[in-house]
């Protein structure tokens, strides 16, 4: 009887220890910013804010794979040890290994820290530009194969409409801004002529449907370019025609 009384004392141990265990790893994964999860067929870091929750921070532009799933999260483990240490307040941009880099310094305007780098990225990169976007909570920051945000360049505004005209394709993406009658008034003079107040499919939220891309990544980055000039942008559920 005593054996069966110490054995079961032993198993009420064991199953209090895995609570306390579960319930820390679960206390300690509430109190990261910075952590990574899938995000429309590719991978995020995601930064948890006070007042909307988890935010998309930065944006892969390819393909979901183990490689880019662990890339991702050793630099949110990057962002949340600097963040930990509060080197976070002066990051600056330098260069590694002849690759740009998204580093943290000692102080402010100081060089890169040894092993202070947060994100190495592809050379040619306008590192200060993606800099920018991060410190000004331009958010996201989609990176790709090249890690270049859409270029203004293809654009030629006001233009009579802005996304892909080709008639047979079958799957389209839709990029949004919300709606205000400001909004799609300053769109349709200075940017998209052909901008519709329009209901997202799936919602009953009315947006301003400012163009369609056949390609994904396009609809991301134009997103992406009417957040910097209107203040938003989304991509919305891909329709079939």
Request: some cysteine.
């Amino acid at each position: 009887m005593k054996s069966t009384f110490l054995g079961q004392l032993l198993i009420i141990a064991i199953l209090s220890l895995r609570g306390i265990l579960a319930s820390t790893q679960s206390t300690l994964a509430q109190s990261r910013s910075y952590h990574c999860s899938e995000y429309q067929g590719s991978v995020a870091i995601f930064l948890r804010t006070t007042h909307r929750g988890d935010v998309p921070f930065i944006v892969w532009n390819e393909r979901l794979s183990s490689q880019l799933g662990d890339r991702c999260r050793e630099i949110a483990d990057r962002f949340q040890r600097a963040d930990d240490n509060g080197t976070i307040n002066f990051m600056t941009t330098g260069i590694v290994n002849n690759l740009p880099v998204i580093c943290v310094a000692g102080f402010n305007g100081g060089p890169c820290l040894p092993n202070g780098t947060l994100i190495t990225l592809r050379a040619n990169t306008n590192s200060q530009a993606i800099l920018d976007r991060i410190k000004n909570r331009q958010l996201p920051v989609i990176l790709g194969d090249s890690n270049n945000l859409l270029s203004t360049n293809r654009f030629n505004f006001p233009m009579d409409t802005c996304g892909d005209t080709h008639r047979n394709a079958s799957t389209w993406y839709p990029v949004y801004v919300n709606y205000r009658e400001s909004n799609l008034r300053l769109i349709r003079s200075q940017y998209c002529r052909d901008a519709i107040r329009n209901r997202r499919e799936g919602s009953k939220l009315h947006s301003i449907q400012v163009a369609s891309f056949i390609d994904r990544e396009d609809a991301i980055r134009f997103a992406e370019l009417m957040k910097e000039k209107v203040g938003s942008g989304e991509v919305g559920l891909p329709s079939r025609r």
